[in-house]
């Protein structure tokens, strides 16, 4: 099943450590002589947002559930959330301009795992590119579909995204210096202030964040840079409502924007030219730019010990704008083709309400939680696409790379293509009742009313209207039973269902993909186990799953001209995690994942004949992916670490004809306490200077990083 040596070594190195909560765990503290003080425990028993709403941990929640705090953020040096992600179970992300928010977990990608900031739904993957993890609180993950909590997609499972909050600390100052390889740099702040002149008194606290990161980055004439900034104010209105206001505004521009390598032809394992393999073939005024403006109200309201009622108004306005030349392939003299000139903005809002109450009470006996709500959005999104055939045929040794400006058809500027407009409303509910002291019952069901008007300013056609409209009302569910064996370990089984579009995305789907379909079907179940052992030296859990999604787009076999809801994909995998504290000094934490994801029903068109796709894989989807830790902490002052990265190969296309060749990372780092204030990092990336692809898409191949080098000073006062 595991086809790498190196993913062998680096799992059976913590398999005697048993294994661990997919949420990583807080390290405990080191005396001056060596001995640990009492350990933490694990987050198995922290509450979590994204399980459910009713506030459950996730060793109460029937589901693998992953965390990463905001410890293990700053433990890992994490840059971004894809590098948030990357470390949890399962997961494999990559950020090309193309697919920004490209994530593939438990064979799904795009689309079919919904990707939410502070549980808000945009419906677009386009949208969730990369943001810098000074930012971010938490990353919170549920496994499978989760459709029912966040209304339609999430076939796959679902990424939360949770942001710094104001809290009632009196004053804390914090702040990140770093500089890296291929002149990466950030600096950072954040501040936490009581607003009163005695703190004791305070009824109102804010927080400022600021983030800016920049770098010339690893690929010939590709400059990056990110302004992060955000503000919240949390406000204690009576002793049991409080308000908290948060805006947040972020900026991203990328220079000539590495758009992949083209493979060297005639094999059917992809490999590019590694003497050409920081070369750039994008225009030299390629361009990606995004700007991001999110405002969020939110009310906490305490009707009583056993019941409260929570607000959130919403509003988010983004624009993303590219324009570049996106495709490159090799000819038989060796020389590079280019084509695909592509100019294209998106004009992004969505203003949304959610409304939810929570009770606890005693039924027939029994302990009962209920949380009722109300969901409702309406999104907005202009697409200006334009294209055109245009292609040229460079030197890879020395050519001019030229100007968007000077090629015909996307020289004349943005050209309003569709609007879209899409209204939700839905009504949820979720329950759990303690039917003994062991077992429980957790339920939930969502109904979503959907309403989807695309407004065509295009030429008019059969395929492409003037105006189509189209409403659905899904009805998703989740019924799963939790079993305590021992107060420190559980059993658990579920099964939940999803709905999501056939095709595309609410924020930019065509007639072809939804005009004459109803939505596709996802059903999952998923058993698992959650434990501590070893005095809460180590924890861990384990999950299997079985999800089939039905009913989605594919090429009619009689028409290739015609699509068919007639599409459907199995996924069976199983997911471990596993944390252990060997000895006082040296922690061990891994996470592993397999899945066998496969296509039931599948065809596409080929040169105008529908072929048949059924027995093969997803494109992008490796069938295994884990991680390993090992830190060392010499003293209270003194650590050092090492961590691995393996990720299996992944096909290019449908066919399965072109593959790009598993990897394994290796990274290590030293960090020095100079103070109680102040500490600093020294980490390398890459450490064998490993070429490798992030993703591969036809005949592209998009390059991780090689080797880098960074330090970085963290201050907190």
């Not at 020389?335 to 903005?345: A, I, K, N």
Request: contains cysteine; hydrophobic residues 35%.
């Amino acid at each position: 099943m595991i086809r790498n040596t190196s993913l062998v070594l680096m799992m059976s190195a913590t398999c005697s450590c048993a294994w661990a909560q997919s949420a990583p765990v807080e390290l405990t503290a080191t005396t001056v002589d060596g001995e640990r003080e009492a350990p933490s425990g694990v987050q198995l028993d922290t509450p979590i947002e994204t399980g459910s709403r009713l506030g459950l941990s996730a060793r109460q929640t029937p589901a693998s559930v992953s965390v990463s705090d905001r410890r293990v953020i700053e433990q890992r040096d994490a840059k971004d959330t894809q590098d948030i992600i990357n470390a949890m179970t399962g997961v494999n992300a990559s950020a090309n301009p193309g697919y920004g928010g490209f994530v593939t977990y438990r064979g799904f990608t795009q689309n079919q795992v919904t990707q939410l900031y502070n549980g808000i739904n945009l419906g677009y993957s386009s949208a969730t590119r990369p943001v810098d993890a000074w930012v971010i609180d938490r990353v919170e993950l549920l496994g499978g579909p989760s459709s029912f909590l966040h209304g339609a997609g999430a076939v796959g499972g679902s990424i939360n995204y949770i942001s710094k909050l104001a809290n009632r600390d009196t004053q804390t100052v914090d702040a990140r210096l770093r500089y890296a390889s291929y002149d990466d740099s950030e600096y950072a702040f954040g501040i936490n202030q009581a607003l009163a002149s005695n703190p004791a008194d305070a009824r109102h606290f804010a927080r400022l964040d600021f983030s800016h990161n920049q770098g010339d980055g690893y690929i010939d004439r590709n400059r990056r840079s990110s302004d992060t900034l955000a503000f919240s104010l949390l406000s204690d209105l009576t002793p049991a409502l409080t308000h908290t206001l948060a805006i947040e505004y972020q900026e991203d521009r990328e220079d000539s924007p590495y758009w992949g390598s083209p493979i060297l032809p005639g094999r059917s394992t992809m490999k590019i030219d590694k003497s050409r393999r920081f070369e750039n073939y994008n225009v030299a005024d390629g361009r990606y730019e995004q700007r991001v403006r999110w405002l969020r109200s939110m009310l906490d309201y305490q009707v009583s010990d056993s019941t409260s009622l929570h607000s959130t108004l919403y509003q988010y306005e983004a624009q993303r704008d590219y324009r570049n030349l996106e495709r490159y392939r090799y000819n038989g003299a060796g020389d590079v083709v280019r084509s695909g000139p592509y100019l294209q903005r998106h004009q992004q809002s969505v203003l949304g309400e959610r409304i939810e109450l929570r009770h606890d009470n005693q039924l027939f006996g029994l302990a009962n939680q209920w949380s009722l709500g109300l969901d409702w959005s309406h999104m907005r999104q202009s697409l200006y696409p334009t294209s055109g055939s245009w292609s040229d045929t460079v030197d890879p040794e020395h050519f001019d790379p030229g100007s968007i400006d000077d090629i015909p058809g996307v020289n004349g500027g943005l050209n309003k293509q569709r609007r879209h407009e899409t209204t939700n409303r839905a009504l949820f509910a979720e329950h759990r009742v303690e039917l003994t002291d062991r077992l429980a019952l957790l339920t939930a069901l969502r109904y979503d009313y959907l309403d989807m008007q695309v407004t065509n300013y295009g030429p008019v056609s059969a395929t492409a209207p003037a105006y189509f409209e189209r409403r659905w009302e899904p009805l998703s569910g989740r019924a799963g039973l939790t079993y305590a064996l021992t107060p420190s370990a559980s059993l658990y089984v579920q099964y939940s269902t999803a709905a999501d579009l056939p095709a595309g995305s609410l924020a930019a789907a065509t007639y072809s993909n939804v005009g004459l379909f109803d939505l596709s079907k996802g059903e999952q179940w998923e058993a698992g186990s959650k434990f501590d052992f070893l005095d809460g030296r180590g924890a861990g859990t384990v999950a299997v799953y079985r999800i089939v999604r039905k009913d989605f787009a594919v090429a009619d076999s009689n028409n290739p001209n015609q699509s068919v809801q007639a599409g459907q994909q199995t996924s069976r995998g199983i997911e471990l995690a596993g944390r252990l504290q060997v000895t006082p000094k040296l922690l061990a934490e891994a996470n592993y994942a397999y899945v066998q994801a496969r296509y039931d029903a599948f065809s596409e068109a080929v040169n105008g004949v529908s072929v048949s796709r059924k027995g093969n894989a997803p494109v992008n989807v490796p069938a295994n992916v884990g991680n390993l830790w090992l830190t060392y902490s010499f003293t209270t002052d003194w650590s050092t670490g090492v961590d691995a990265r393996y990720v299996d190969s992944v096909y290019a296309d449908n066919a399965n004809t072109l593959k790009a060749p598993a990897y394994t990372l290796f990274g290590a780092f030293a960090r020095y306490r100079l103070d109680s204030h102040t500490t600093l990092t020294a980490r390398v990336r890459n450490l064998t200077d490993q070429v490798y692809a992030k993703q591969a898409y036809n005949t592209q191949y998009y390059m991780g990083a090689p080797r880098t080098f960074e330090v970085a000073m963290d201050l907190r006062f």
